[in-house]
């Protein structure tokens, strides 16, 4: 439809102002002749007008034997808009990190025009390349041509979705561990679980190489491997000491911002009791010539975070406060099928894992996943007096019969 | 193993032909399903591979309703036709 016919004030009101507008992206590719972003604009001043959505998900939609990577979307005014009677999302697996060669990318942008509306997330939350707007004739045409160009699909649905990384060593100091080379051995290892899915709900993991979270793993991802280290900060005191010359007030920007005050300084020397550290970046990130992470790197694994969905939002919690990240990753790989197997057998439809560790409780989630209590998994102290321990009953039990 | 991955996946079809428009299976349900009815022949591992080989047929599809679920291919009423 041309520009000229297509009425949509409200929809005018968000091209104004500094910064880029989804609408005019969206019109350019109406005006570039796809009728169905023309019939998108109508359809959402509509939903503006009326405050009503009129677009649902899922169904049967999807390439042959794949369950995931492909949603399906429909509109409920589909003799109104036939343009977008299906307007599909396509999920393409990203490469690690999201490094591209522009090449690539043109590759995908052919790709999409000739057999979707044009329209493209870089990228969706869960990481993969998103492709907006398609029909149903055209999603195997669009799988087919992508495949040939060394492109798969991502995971959707009930199964492990694409697992995403940060640019890790491949452009970041802090990287604990190699996030990119982990992120693409768990993609290629479980093929079968991100394309059939077979978990009760979603599951997502997410690789940060430092505490710093670039992608915000601890908060977004059912499994967390955030990069850490156990033993000491490396600290250059000639650093710490120019810090200190240039202006910055170590006293109360480095140690008085410590969670823990576990750092000294004495106006020319820093110390840090490392026992007390909870590696949380903030002195590194300060100080980044000066302080460093330690040598003996690895990750903290962390289990359970989710948007709020059926229930509220989560962050994820401490499972394995230390493992080392070295390949072939059998230890994490074991890990993770122990708690699938858990998971898979007792978890209820659309309940995510970290619902599930919190319907049976740690204690018992713990003892299925074979993984031994320790206190950095303690969030906040007992604050149920009514709470006791098998093994407290069976000490007391003893004294009493030997009394 | 005596029994075969396509006798494994004709048995989950059956299954889920029988219930289509009744119940919808997930993987794990025809998983648990497959177990009880051959005993020790097969495993978690075993029904993966027919699961597999009854999706690569076209006999079934995954659909998405709130979850994903295995079911013989049918038209989807809100796809309208076109």
């Known amino acids: 439809m041309a520009d000229s016919q297509r009425s949509t004030p409200l929809l005018d009101e968000l091209k104004e102002g500094p910064w880029p507008s989804f609408v005019t992206q969206i019109e350019e590719m109406a005006d570039e002749g796809k009728e169905s972003c023309g019939q998108l604009l109508e359809l959402l001043e509509r939903s503006y007008n009326e405050k009503i959505g009129h677009w649902k998900h899922g169904g049967i939609v999807g390439v042959m034997g794949y369950g995931g990577g492909v949603i399906g979307r429909y509109s409920d005014v589909q003799d109104e808009y036939p343009a977008i009677?299906?307007?599909?999302?396509?999920?393409?697996?990203?490469?690690?990190?999201?490094?591209?060669?522009?090449?690539?990318?043109?590759?995908?942008?052919?790709?999409?025009?000739?057999?979707?509306?044009?329209?493209t997330n870089m990228h969706g939350s869960t990481g993969d390349i998103i492709l907006l707007g398609t029909t149903t004739d055209?999603?195997?045409?669009?799988?087919?041509?992508?495949?040939?160009?060394?492109?798969?699909?991502?995971?959707?649905g009930s199964d492990m979705r694409t697992p995403s990384c940060c640019v890790g060593p491949a452009r970041c100091e802090w990287a604990c561990y190699d996030t990119l080379a982990l992120t693409q051995e768990l993609t290629m290892h479980w093929q079968d679980e991100l394309h059939r899915p077979a978990f009760p709900y979603k599951f997502k993991i997410k690789n940060s190489g430092c505490a710093n979270d670039c992608v915000a793993s601890i908060a977004r991802a059912d499994l967390s491997i955030i990069g850490t280290w156990r033993d000491q900060i490396r600290i250059d005191q000639d650093e710490v000491r120019a810090c200190a010359e240039n202006g910055m007030n170590i006293e109360r920007?480095?140690?008085?911002?410590?969670?823990?005050?576990?750092?000294?300084?004495?106006?020319n020397e820093m110390t840090i009791d490392d026992s007390n550290c909870v590696k949380c970046m903030h002195c590194i990130n300060a100080m980044p010539k000066a302080l460093r992470p330690g040598t003996d790197t690895g990750a903290c694994i962390l289990l359970g975070a989710k948007a709020p969905i059926v229930?509220?939002?989560?962050?994820?919690?401490?499972?394995?406060?230390?493992?080392?990240?070295?390949?072939?990753y059998d230890e994490l790989k074991d890990l993770i099928e122990r708690i699938w197997d858990f998971w898979g057998e007792h978890g209820k439809n659309r309940e995510r894992?970290?619902?599930?560790?919190?319907?049976?409780?740690?204690?018992?989630?713990?003892?299925?996943?074979?993984?031994?209590?320790?206190?950095?998994?303690v969030a906040y102290p007992r604050d149920n007096p009514y709470v006791f321990y098998e093994e407290y009953y069976e000490e007391d039990d003893e004294e009493d019969d030997e009394e | 193993m005596a029994v075969s991955v396509d006798e494994v996946a004709d048995a989950m079809y059956d299954l889920v032909a029988e219930y289509q428009g009744k119940k919808k299976f997930k993987a794990s349900d025809l998983t648990k399903a497959m177990i009880e009815k051959f005993g020790g022949e097969v495993d978690k591992k075993f029904c993966k591979l027919a699961i597999r080989q009854l999706m690569d047929s076209g006999r079934c599809v995954y659909t998405y309703f709130g979850g994903s679920f295995i079911e013989v291919p049918h038209e989807e009423g809100a796809a309208g036709g076109s």
């Open chain 1, 85 to 119: 009677a299906h307007f599909h999302t396509i999920r393409v697996n990203q490469p690690q990190g999201w490094f591209y060669t522009s090449d690539s990318l043109r590759t995908i942008c052919d790709i999409w025009d000739r057999h979707g509306s044009g329209l």
């Open chain 1, 138 to 156: 055209e999603l195997e045409p669009t799988f087919a041509e992508l495949t040939q160009n060394d492109f798969d699909l991502g995971g959707s």
């Open chain 1, 353 to 377: 894992v970290g619902e599930l560790m919190q319907r049976v409780g740690l204690g018992n989630f713990l003892e299925e996943i074979e993984v031994e209590p320790v206190p950095q998994m």
């Open chain 1, 253 to 267: 920007d480095i140690c008085g911002n410590c969670p823990t005050k576990c750092i000294e300084w004495d106006g």
């Open chain 1, 311 to 328: 229930e509220g939002a989560q962050l994820s919690s401490v499972i394995v406060p230390f493992m080392k990240i070295e390949e072939p």
